[in-house]
């Protein structure tokens, strides 16, 4: 082990800082907090913890490809470019595309961006941030003037109220939920209040949930403020010296606390307490997220809750602000550099002829884009329709994540020329390109990132490339030196990439833009190596970073003020009818991350929720005939998919909630993308993902099983099958409609491929009842068990599963293995609850019922769950 060398976690946008030990000869990493990054200061998630998990080289995608066939470096970046000129040459520069994602770094964004918007001369670079966080970054600019987040993280510690906005911090932003709750425990005067549709994780801690009607947020903070006034609890003062507009707001605001409560569907009183603690308490915090975010309406939503803060003036200081929590790791960065199809670089943007002119001078080009290029949804529609006709898709999976995600495969499988650029071999999206470019993954590259809090922080190579793996930027800029960009795109390294995006966020500033980081811009590679997490501005005024702006009032619009925005609430655009009568809303889980691409390869982290499945509360269950754990097939007017159905009292009735996460690599019909609406908010153009009208049924398949196999296999997939990696072996989920005419010529042929059918078989069948089990063996070790049942009567997993790790079976668990359950004496440790240290529930329930345990904390000591991460506290707390 070398060393531990400081990097960042490559997932969530808490962008917590990592100590890393490298065995370089088992290509293994050891995975600490660090514990001194200020966005974590050494604690991790579950996530964070098991990225030692996922380097592995199976999988990776280590050789160009051009249609299909392994090629050089030179032909693949050939190609590309020539591709790239000709496509131009015939059909314009609006003819291309990039899309990028919140995966990428800083220096890998600022040069595709570049080359795009300043060379090739369109607009047309977008990114999946589009996703997440654009109504934020719309919300921002009208109120600020600038895409400012203007708190920090330490501000938790000096709030006195903190308010989650259709944000389930607990499982998206982890460790900014343990710091929250750590704060809520050593100050149990801080006020907890969660604002969502659904009781999740989050209100865990919080002193008072609000489960609003979907879509009712405009409503809810335009009430907020309507009180605030009503009450006198406004700052006039600052409203006067530091804003704009504010009758406006509230004049169109006017309505009251029971007007909301009926549009909200709340409790008038949970309503009335919200709005007084908010009233009350100076230093409040709301932190919203993609709840917000992702809807029709999510810029005015933004501004609703901005406008309540610019009302009592609790902005800029410690302890209050609105604080937008970014998904993805390098969101921020993205949004530094232009990733965004309106935004130009360096916070400027093509709705400013100044803006346009001063960037094309700064990187010295003829051929600037002087208008936006096509939003993520409007741009796979444009190559649906023949308009985009050649686009490079870098570190992401849009085939898997855009709304309507069937009609984006059609407009790849049609487009005429697909280049991916990733580090993984399959996805959903590299299985249509022509090319493919194999990147660095997390743990090889190098370059820096920014968090929510405008922290900038390196991410450092871990591991020598693997196979012809190269940066993105490095790849990029040999695209753009072939397509005739030499002069431009000169770079050796990184550093001298980020130097130049620090020197054009200085260019001309003169403290007219936020974004400035020109105390960065001779930085030397040395500097650069030994970067410590800093939050922008970095300039002269602020040589170490500014961790709140606006404590001055002073704004980037044109008056210097801030603007009221005032806000008429609208309805989502697709409402439910009597075709579709219940809301989709979609979101993600505590252990996966976006298309499971990396955290599906870590055992530990595909234990807590392993398929595909769906929330529904008991009233729409018991109306549609749904059975906890069977299976239901979900239908919008855009696609379909299949899920487990999860019963709970955590959905409103009249709402389905769906993970984002399964692909077709990991899963027969788990795309929720299919099913989701493409609306898009007109203002920030980010989709409606929260709100889709759909309808549900029982899925009733003619059999279902499962297949535990210690090799990954080949399964001539049924209508329903999932793929979990599991601890030394693979777990198949299957369903289906119809039945194989044998089932031992089915094992036969499903399981045979992995051993060359030397394995000794043990078998059960009772035909008339529809049930077939067989355990295979190799050398007297456990090779493969498949359970199929006519019905759903099928054995828990959790046993079985952990006889993979022996090297063989004791008798009296071979006599029990095709009944599914252990052996006398052998207890079943239940689902997994604590990924970190693999502690399933029943083990939890017998602990807690043995010993009578009492709080999270004597569990941890009994047990260690919830003591590494903390993640799994609410569930321990739930069965507690
Ligand atoms: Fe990574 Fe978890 Fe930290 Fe997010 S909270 S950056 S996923 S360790």
Redo the contacts with the bound molecule.
Sequence with gaps: MTKPIQTT?P??????GISAKIDAAHHRLKISGDTTHPA?FGR??S???TLGETVELKGRLLQPKVYGRETSWTEALDLVADSFISTIEKYGADAVAIYGSGQLLTEDYYVANKLMKGFIGSGNMDTNSRLCMSSSVAGHKRAFGSDTVPGCYEDFEHAEMIVLIGSNTAWC????FQRIRAVKETNPALKIVVIDPRRTASCDIADLHLPLASGSDAALFNGLLHFLSQQNELDTAYIEAHTEGFAEALNTAGIDIEQVAALCRLNKDDLHRFYAWFATHKKVMSLYSQGINQSSSGTDKVNAIINCHLATGSIGKPGSGPFSLTGQ?NAMGGREVGGLSHQLAAHMDFSSADDIERVARFWNTQNIAKKPGYPAVELFDAIYDGKVKAVWIMGTNPVVSLPDADKVKLALQGCEFVVVSDCIADTDTTALAHVLLPAQGWSEKDGTVTNSERRISRQRALFKAAGSAKPDWWIITQVARRMGFEQAFHYQSPVEIFREHAQLSGFENNGLRDFDISAFADITPQDYERLQPTQWPVNQDYPQGRARLFDDGRFFTESGKAQFIAITPRPPVNLPDQDYPLILNTGRLRDQ?HTMTRTAIAAKLNQHKPEPFVEVHAVNADRYGLVTNTLAIIESCWGSMLARVQITDSQLPGSIFVPMHWTEQYAGRGRMGALVNSIVDPLSNQPESKHTPVRIKAYQPAWQGFILSRRELTISAPDYWVKIKGEQHYRYELAGITLPENWQAWAQQNLCDSDGGTAQWQEYQDSGRGNYRAARFVNNQLESVIFIAAGSALPERNWLTGLFAKSELEKAERIALLTGCPPLGVADVGAIVCACFNVGEKTILAAIREKGLKTHQEVGLRLKAGTNCGSCVPEIKALL
């Design positions: 976690c997932y969530c946008g808490v962008g917590c974590n991790l998630c996530k964070g913890s932003h982890p460790v900014s790791p991350w």
